[in-house]
């Protein structure tokens, strides 16, 4: 009978261990509501400082870059840090960079045209939503 219960213990942590393992991953919402190329550099750098962080601990973490609102000009085609976002698409594909569709359909009406975005964005909703999903989910939230 003692050996019975050993064996469970024993079980019991390696199953928990073996949890822990899969659920060891890092997730980052980083949040940008300005126009402003110092707001978004300062989130692009406080992604790459993570992702270098947890490569040094052979870790792996997964980053989205959330923009609604006046942030949402930082992904139009003609952006000042375009380059640089895609430079970290290409370097970081686990990096996601979400568009807000509230804020892309009411600057295209305010427009009267089309808003093209940058190719490394991918549009969701609503910004905020996406947001509260991924803190709903355990992710990290920073808004620099």
């Not at 190329?37 to 040094?56: E, S």
């Not at 009411?106 to 009267?112: C, E, V």
Request: aromatic content about 6%.
């Amino acid at each position: 009978m003692k050996t019975f219960h050993f064996v469970a213990v024993v079980a019991l942590a390696l199953t928990t261990f073996c949890a822990q393992a899969e659920e060891a991953e890092h997730r980052l919402a980083i949040h940008v509501d300005q126009n402003d190329p110092a707001v978004m550099n300062l989130a692009l750098n406080n992604a790459q400082n993570v992702k270098a962080y947890y490569a040094t601990q052979g870790e792996d973490v997964a980053i989205e870059i959330v923009a609604y609102g006046p942030g949402l000009n930082m992904y139009v085609a003609d952006s000042p840090v375009k380059d640089r976002i895609s430079a970290m698409a290409k370097e970081s594909p686990d990096v996601e960079f979400s568009a807000c569709g509230n804020t892309l359909a009411a600057m295209t009406k305010k427009a009267g045209k089309d808003i093209p975005l940058l190719s490394e964005a991918h549009i969701v909703p609503s910004g905020v939503v996406r947001l509260m999903e991924l803190q709903e989910q355990g992710w990290s939230y920073v808004r620099p």
